[in-house]
T-cell receptor, first 113, second 113 residues
């Protein structure tokens, strides 16, 4: 799987948009970008995923650059409950989960009141 | 709809003992993944069960084992506990594997003294 690089930590004011970047310059054509988050002492939570088009759901938006070498997760109106570690991973299509997910250190997003 | 449940929430053992951790997947999900998350480290894949069979295992010694029951619940056993086995053990379920959009339980915090 392609390696990803994320900032260690970020701050964002409550009510503002939180933009979390992820670099995945070695991503290959069949790999999707997935985002998960983990609130302290809880299990990870799936957020969103995409291949090359921008995606939006009730939690977030995912913007993938045209060359697919980087992406940005956007939480449009961050709340204190969004404080968590956010993980960006790249995976083959849905048939590629046989070896489970591997998370690195992720980005610790802190929402400030 | 009930989420993934895990028991116990916390487990304290001493070196050399055995630990048994349990997971109940979301109703209708037939596939279960087990992960280890040691303090300060990322998520590491342990085992994948699908339709009652072990389908894959991560880079862990054989003293980590498990099984999946006919009702799709699962059990993780760790024999001959070592201090470095202290970690959060997470279970995730999916409707059928392999798949990258996984639903995680709250985890079992295992402490080995």
């Amino acid at each position: 799987d392609a390696k990803t690089t994320q900032p260690t930590s970020m701050d964002c004011a409550e009510g503002r948009a939180a933009n979390l970047p992820c670099n995945h310059s070695t991503i290959s054509g069949n790999e999707y970008v997935y985002w998960y988050r983990q609130i302290h002492s809880q299990g990870p939570q799936y957020i969103i995923h995409g291949l090359k088009n921008n995606e939006t759901n009730e939690m977030a938006s995912l913007i993938i650059t045209e060359d697919r070498k980087s992406s940005t997760l956007i939480l449009p109106h961050a709340t204190l409950r969004d404080t968590a570690v956010y993980y960006c991973i790249v995976r083959p299509d849905s048939g590629g989960g046989a070896d489970g997910l591997t998370f690195g250190k992720g980005t610790h997003l802190i929402i400030q009141p | 709809e009930a989420g993934v449940t895990q028991s116990p929430t916390h487990l304290i053992k001493t070196r050399g003992q055995q630990a048994t951790l349990r997971c109940s997947p979301i109703s209708g999900h037939t596939s279960v993944y087990w992960y280890q998350q040691a303090l300060g480290l990322g998520l590491q894949f342990l085992l994948w069960y699908d339709e009652g069979e072990e389908r894959n295992r991560g880079n862990f010694p054989p003293r980590f084992s498990g099984r999946q029951f006919p009702n799709y619940s699962s059990e993780l056993n760790v024999n001959a506990l070592e201090l470095e086995d202290s970690a959060l053990y997470l279970c995730a379920s999916i409707p059928g594997g392999p798949y990258n959009e996984q639903f995680f339980g709250p985890g079992t915090r295992l402490t080995v003294l």
